[in-house]
């Protein structure tokens, strides 16, 4: 995404699908489940300086959206 001054912003969100059987508290027998993995948002600020060279620095979060302990960090909001 262009911005003013000739800085780019670049973006990314991920949203895992997970399908595992790892043991947890919201699955003590350690059955396969399918469930929604922690959301991931990233976002690059790139400044060109030639056409051949590029400085860029920027921050990620992952935000707790799994939908249960063992699809993410096991830290859900809920």
């Known amino acids: 995404i262009p911005l ?3 800085w780019l912003l670049s973006t990314r969100f991920d949203l895992p699908l997970v399908y ?3 043991p947890s508290r919201d699955n003590k027998d350690g059955d396969g489940e399918f469930g929604l993995g922690d959301l ?3 976002f690059l600020f790139i400044k060109p300086l030639s056409p051949k060279l590029r400085v860029a620095g920027g921050a ?3 935000w707790p959206t799994a939908t249960q302990d063992q699809t993410g960090t096991g ?3 809920v």
């Open 4 to 6: 003013v001054g000739g």
């Open 20 to 22: 595992n059987d790892i």
């Open 40 to 42: 991931l948002t990233q």
């Open 60 to 62: 990620w979060f992952i």
């Open 75 to 77: 830290k859900r909001l």
